[in-house]
């Protein structure tokens, strides 16, 4: 009888602080999911008549990160790789809790990368409804070959941060 009761005072408390925080980080939640979501759509949408995306997967990981992974497929044959080429990225989204923090973040991740042209920003725009104060790319490559290259990527977009790796290979 008392563990019983033990258990139940146990679940009534968790489900008590599960509904004070599950509120507040539900609209977090929806929006890493919304930015995702619009990353992969704006992939599709850039990806030209030769070029299709083979996978996409979006894994929650916490109220604030999802993991994204996605296989994109080129046709087009190259010199080296007479079939097209493949590409794959595995990356993290996170969404901080101000620009300053994920900038913070950002720097650290991306130190002794390669800055490039900023990202889309309409990707930003879509889920947050203004274009993104802040915006910037940066890649390095962490091998090449005939066989392939291998890369780290880091873009941030105000409080988003995407980081991850990448690589690209014959089809």
Same mark, same amino acid.
């Given at each position: 009888?008392?563990?019983?009761?033990?258990?139940? =005072?146990?679940?009534?408390?968790?489900?008590?602080?599960?509904?004070?925080?599950?509120?507040?980080?539900?609209?977090?939640?929806?929006?890493?999911?919304?930015?995702?979501?619009?990353?992969?759509?704006?992939?599709?949408?850039?990806?030209?008549?030769?070029?299709?995306?083979?996978?996409?997967?979006?894994?929650?990981?916490?109220?604030? &990160?999802?993991?994204?992974?996605?296989?994109?497929?080129?046709?087009?044959? =190259?010199?080296?790789?007479?079939?097209?080429?493949?590409?794959?990225?595995?990356?993290?989204?996170?969404?901080?809790?101000?620009?300053?923090?994920?900038?913070?973040?950002?720097?650290?991740?991306?130190?002794?990368?390669?800055?490039?042209?900023?990202?889309?920003?309409?990707?930003?725009?879509?889920?947050?409804?203004? &274009?993104?104060?802040?915006?910037?790319?940066?890649?390095?490559?962490?091998?090449?070959?005939?066989?392939?290259?291998?890369?780290?990527?880091?873009?941030?977009?105000?409080?988003?941060?995407?980081?991850?790796?990448?690589?690209?290979?014959?089809?």
């Amino acid at each position: 009888m008392e563990k019983r009761l033990l258990t139940i =005072i146990v679940l009534v408390t968790m489900l008590s602080v599960a509904g004070c925080i599950g509120n507040p980080l539900s609209s977090q939640t929806s929006q890493v999911n919304a930015y995702a979501n619009a990353y992969i759509n704006a992939t599709k949408a850039y990806l030209g008549p030769n070029v299709t995306l083979a996978s996409s997967n979006i894994v929650q990981n916490g109220s604030n &990160a999802v993991q994204l992974t996605m296989t994109i497929q080129d046709t087009t044959p =190259i010199s080296i790789w007479s079939n097209g080429s493949t590409y794959t990225y595995a990356v993290n989204i996170k969404q901080f809790d101000n620009a300053n923090d994920a900038s913070n973040f950002f720097n650290s991740t991306s130190f002794g990368y390669t800055p490039r042209a900023p990202a889309d920003s309409n990707i930003y725009q879509q889920v947050m409804g203004h &274009a993104p104060k802040i915006n910037r790319y940066s890649i390095q490559t962490v091998s090449l070959s005939l066989f392939g290259e291998s890369f780290n990527i880091a873009q941030q977009q105000d409080e988003f941060v995407i980081y991850g790796t990448g690589t690209a290979g014959p089809k």
